[in-house]
């Protein structure tokens, strides 16, 4: 669970450094690809997706694209919470 504490942490900190710099959702959506996001490349969390997406028999186990869509879902979800208590 610490790869996925780190995930969303590393999310809402760009996340909130894009607001900052006014960036809109799409914006910082189109600058955080899936490869430059370090919580999925380190201790094997993004590989944890893919795996459990292989056990559910999910099309998305090997695309980088879903995983993108995936990614870009939860950057939407952080980027509407920020700021909120």
């Known amino acids: ?3 996925e504490r780190d995930y969303l942490e590393e999310l809402a ?3 909130e450094a894009g ?3 006014g ?3 799409s914006e910082i959506q189109a600058g955080m690809p ?3 996001i370090k919580a999925l490349q380190s201790n094997g969390y993004g590989e944890l997706i893919r795996a459990t997406w292989r056990r559910m028999n999910d099309a998305r186990a090997n695309d980088i694209a879903a995983m993108q869509v ?3 879902l939860n950057i939407g979800d952080v ?3 920020l700021g909120k208590s």
Do not use: E, G, P, Y
């Open 34 to 36: 899936v490869a430059s």
């Open 70 to 72: 995936a990614v870009n």
């Open 13 to 15: 900190t760009r996340v």
């Open 19 to 21: 607001k900052k710099a």
């Open 79 to 81: 980027f509407d919470r």
């Open 23 to 25: 960036q809109s959702l």
């Open 1 to 3: 669970m610490l790869s």
